[in-house]
């Protein structure tokens, strides 16, 4: 199987947060899915593809180059942090046109690059049913990517079938955002991993992979 695999960061675009660390989750999936699979990765700046999730033509370029695969899963897209106050209509905008509409496109683009029966796996976050302070846009957007999963699932066409996956704070990132999410248990790599396992190689689709403990 052929999965092609492109990854995100959140933008907090706060100060406070700068997230090396937190690159290690996706790299755990596209690990393991390498075992059995064929994986292309791509991003803006690293990978075997250069692409940019919030540019629907660098998606349509990319997927012109690598050809028909069997399987798309995006780990990807940035919203931004903030305190709902400070929050302008420009600070929402950046999440939808990256995480929301970023995943709407891969969605809308690469269904015309996966063989019949082909999969589609997106990322949200527990934000979209239990959010913190700071998160009035990227709980915003990782609803509406809950809703859009659900009805487009209805749609698709050649036994194509989307799932997302909504993780909570992934092990490797909480010493890094502990502070935000109080009260908050890390999930195991190994639960963030075995949730994209779920959605590339079970049988469901217009699922909601939760994983929040
Ligand atoms: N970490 C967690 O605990 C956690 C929990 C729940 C949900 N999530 C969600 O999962 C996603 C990934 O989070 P993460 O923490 O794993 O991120 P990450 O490891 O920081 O992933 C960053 C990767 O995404 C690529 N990327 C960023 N924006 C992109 C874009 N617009 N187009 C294409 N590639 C892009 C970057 O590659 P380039 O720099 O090369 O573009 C980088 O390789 C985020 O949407 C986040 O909200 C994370």
Redesign the pocket.
Known sequence: MSIFN??????YRNENFN??R??????KVSEHLSKTEIVS???????DF??????SD?IEKMFRKLGKVDAIVC?????KWDHFENLSEEDFYIGIK??LM?QVNLVRIGQHFLNPGGYITL?????ADDPVVMTAS?AMV?GGIHSFVQAAALELKDAIRLNV??????????EK?KDYFPGHT??SMGK?VNAYVKSVKGKGNGQIIRVYD
């Open positions: 492109t990854f995100g960061t959140p933008n997230n090396r937190a690159r290690n989750y996706r790299k990765i791509a991003g803006r700046n690293s990978g250069t692409m940019d999730i919030a540019d660098s780990i990807a897209g940035e919203a990256s995480k970023g990322s949200t976050g527990i934000l990227a990782n996956v909504s993780l909570g704070l992934v092990i490797d990132a909480y955002y890390p999930i963030a």
